[in-house]
């Protein structure tokens, strides 16, 4: 177990081969512009406090944008493998340039570590992990909290792409489970600027609250039509939406609005026995104390665990061959397969060759926004 990147990352381990590679090369593909630039600024952000060396080896990041486009990221893929030469890539940030890349990654035997909440197939992609929450964890613990509540119904809202129909699938499953009638569901595009007819046939049907499935600050416009024509039920939101963004972009009608997210974004709420406290507060530390109090985002959260797991293979993986070889990128993924109790930020890690992204309920922490704050519901 590894409690922190900033901690003594730097164990001693001689290269294979002494001609080894001068650098590890980690390719990162992030939606920096776009529609989900709102994310991307944390995903990038957290570049800034990765380590310049593990194992004796010093590091390159070789981060690009895809603009919040699966093709995009597909060509900048096919870049970073077969002319920078990477040994393993951090992202994409987007579930359907997750889904995009994958094949490709792993047909060129390259890790490849999701940051949205793509769940990993060894057995048909043995290359990608993912650091993200699956779904079906966090769609479970937000119907948890409606069940509590009292919701009996409830009406879904949300993208009309991979991203909605995932969030729309967890949430059938989570209804179901939890006796809540699923009574509607209205989709709209990541582009669109506004959602009032979708809005008025929700309202129609009155139900309890509104689950939706949605990202980043597009999914400020549902919440914005709702309160605008007066409805009152409960409006709850996936790990996709909570930034300091969709706070800033929404204002004062995503009051209320409850959602889950990584125990990072809450890092200073966190019960003191938490292990993941100590951990998150050292990096938002750093974290803040550059990009301002108000920066604090789940999505810097993805990159560094990204990295975090890395890290933790890289010693073992130099024994078995130097950086830039396909025996060095097989034995990173042999050594991320064993990951066990590794404390990130995000979660507690804990892989095996069925489970590559091995979370667990110590990785999902409920928020509300009170008073223009993410604040943890306990």
Do not use: C
């Amino acid at each position: 177990m590894r409690p922190s990147l900033f901690a003594a990352v730097a164990v001693v381990a001689s290269l294979a081969a002494a001609g080894a590679q001068a650098q590890i090369r980690i390719g990162a593909i992030l939606s920096i512009s776009g529609p989900g630039a709102a994310m991307g600024v944390g995903y990038k952000g957290a570049f800034d406090f990765l380590p310049a060396e593990v194992a004796g080896q010093k590091i390159e990041y070789i981060v690009r944008d895809d603009a919040t486009d699966a093709q995009t990221a597909y060509t900048i893929a096919q870049k970073l493998i077969a002319e920078d030469h990477v040994d393993a890539i951090i992202g994409p940030s987007l579930y359907s340039s997750d889904v995009a890349v994958q094949p490709l990654a792993n047909d060129a035997h390259v890790p490849m570590i999701a940051m949205a909440p793509l769940v990993p197939v060894p057995e048909k992609f043995p290359y990608s992990f993912a650091v993200a929450q699956p779904l079906s964890l966090m769609v479970a613990a937000v119907f948890r909290h409606m069940q509590a509540a009292g919701v009996k119904t409830v009406g879904f809202i949300g993208f009309s792409d991979g991203w909605g129909d995932q969030v729309h699938a967890a949430t059938v499953t989570a209804a179901a489970a939890g006796g809540i009638a699923l009574v509607a569901d209205e989709r709209y595009a990541r582009a669109d600027t506004t959602v009032q007819a979708q809005a008025l046939r929700l309202i129609a049907l009155h139900p309890d609250a509104v689950m939706m499935g949605n990202s980043a600050t597009p999914a400020v416009l549902p919440v914005v039509a709702l309160r605008r024509l007066g409805y009152r039920g409960g409006i709850y939101g996936n790990h996709g939406i909570v930034s300091p963004a969709f706070i800033r972009v929404g204002g004062a009608p995503v009051d209320g609005v409850i959602a889950d997210t990584s125990p990072v974004a809450v890092y200073d709420q966190l019960p003191d026995g938490n292990p993941i406290k100590p951990v998150a507060s050292e990096l938002m530390a750093a974290y803040t104390k550059k990009f301002g109090p108000a920066s604090v985002n789940p999505f810097a959260g993805y990159s560094y665990d990204a990295m975090l797991l890395l890290a933790n293979a890289i010693p073992a993986a130099l024994k078995v061959a130097p950086p830039g070889t396909d025996a060095f990128r097989m034995a990173l993924r042999d050594a991320m397969e064993h990951t066990h109790e590794l404390v990130g930020v995000s979660g507690i890690y804990n892989m095996s060759a069925t489970d590559h992204n091995g979370q667990d309920a110590r990785a999902a922490v409920l928020v509300e926004v009170r008073h223009g704050e993410w604040t943890a519901i306990h």
